[in-house]
């Protein structure tokens, strides 16, 4: 039994009361089912990124919808920002490794987001917002991560979270910190907690050869994006800058993954599919292309504002 087992068992024998049916250890984990690169692009303002998880991945990935990795030391590379533009029916995560964006939108929320700091936006009915960089000089490094809403919440109310990086739980074990931004891991309840989808949000920092296990329910769809080093899963190599995805095997009791013998820093993304049609025109994602329509005619009426 792995030590970060270890740890993950006698926190839950504590809380045993508490939970029922949630395993604690992982003995048939999750294999590779393919490795992605992610495409360069640019968003916004000639932002400089890395979109990971692709519009032709969004079935498979479900409830996920975009995944942009963003790390540079020019900046060229993002200092354009992203300014005023609109969302509908979903939820964008924002986590930074460094650097400060200001957020402002039309909901009237605004804040500013720095290193290991997260903003949770739910776009809801919609939005017009800016995420802008409030450095001149520096790197700037960090995710954004879209999260589905289920069709009955697409058109709920916006609304908007800070979350500073203290405020992120922790969770550890030897050779392993996890700051827990949704869901849980080693017993500890992490910062976001969301019904229905059930994400589940980790930043992995692992020490060289350290592992790491998740019990997570087979039907929930995951991933994982090596940051910095590299790792293996299920004996699948997993080098810096790419994304796992794992299988769904219907025996498969969770996520088990080694670092390599620099260490690694990962994120893990999970998440029950919401089995729903998805619809996107840019940065509306309904479920029909009627309610698309509906989203652009708001927008150009000035009905997200
Ligand atoms: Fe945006």
Redesign the pocket.
Known sequence: MSTATATATATATATATATTTTPTTVTTPRTVERLVQGQATSD?AGVKLVRVLTQNLQRRLDPFLMLDAFGTDNPGDYIGG?PD?P?RGFE?VSYMLDGRMRHRDSAGHEGLVGPGGVQW?TAGRGLV???MPEQQAGRMEGF?LWLNLPARDKMRQPAYRDIPAHEIPEASAPGVRVRVIAGQALGVAGAMQREVTEPVFLDLHLEPGADFELPLPAGHNAFVYVYRGALRIAGTPVPQQRMAILANAPQADGVALVADAAGARAILVAGQPLNEPIAQYG?FVMNTQQEIFQAVEDFQTGRLA
Do not use: A, D, R, V
């Open positions: 916004g992203f533009h969302h964008t936006m917002h800016s995420e954004q940065p």
